[in-house]
C-alpha cells in the first residue's frame, strides 16, 4: 500500500507537492517537516561520502527515494510492495515535474501545480 509521495525541490529541500495516497498516509500539516528531514537525512549520507540514501525502512514502512535533475520524490510506502513496478511510475512523474516547473523562474505558488499534482495520483495508484 502507498501511503504518501512528497514532491521536493533537489537542491533547495523546498516542498513543491505532498499527496495523500491512503487513509494512513501522512497529515498535510506533518508532511513538510517530515520531507525536509528527509532532504536532511539524505544530504548528511551524501555529505559523508557514504552515498545516496535510495531507501530505507521503519516499523511497517518504507522510504523511495528517487531523483531527477531538479525533482526528489519521497515515497512512504508498506515494506512488501513490489518496488520493480513503482520504479517506472516514479521517473515518469518526475520528468512530468522537471518539464513542467521552470526551476529558475519558479515562484513558489505550489497550487498552479494542482493538475499535475492530481494526474501524478491517478499514475501511482493505477495497476
Known amino acids: 500500500m502507498l ?3 512528497f514532491i521536493v525541490n533537489k537542491e533547495s529541500g523546498i ?16 508532511a513538510d517537516l517530515i520531507s525536509t528531514s528527509i532532504k ?5 549520507f551524501k555529505d559523508l561520502k557514504f ?7 521503519f516499523l511497517e514502512r518504507q522510504i523511495i527515494i528517487h531523483k531527477k535533475a531538479n525533482t526528489l520524490l519521497i515515497l512512504v510506502c508498506e515494506k512488501k510492495i513490489n518496488l520493480d513496478a513503482l520504479y517506472p511510475k516514479l521517473e515518469l512523474i518526475a520528468m512530468m515535474f522537471d518539464k513542467t ?5 519558479w515562484d513558489g505558488v505550489i497550487s498552479k501545480y494542482d493538475e499535475l499534482l ?3 495520483k491517478k499514475i501511482l495508484l493505477e495497476k
Request: glycine share 8%.
Open 3 to 5: 501511503h504518501n509521495l
Open 15 to 30: 516542498p513543491i507537492g505532498t499527496i495523500k495516497l491512503s487513509e494512513k498516509g501522512i497529515n498535510e500539516e506533518e
Open 40 to 44: 536532511a537525512i539524505q544530504d548528511f
Open 51 to 57: 552515498g545516496e540514501l535510495e531507501t530505507f525502512q
Open 101 to 105: 516547473i521552470d526551476w529558475f523562474e
Open 118 to 120: 492530481e494526474s501524478t
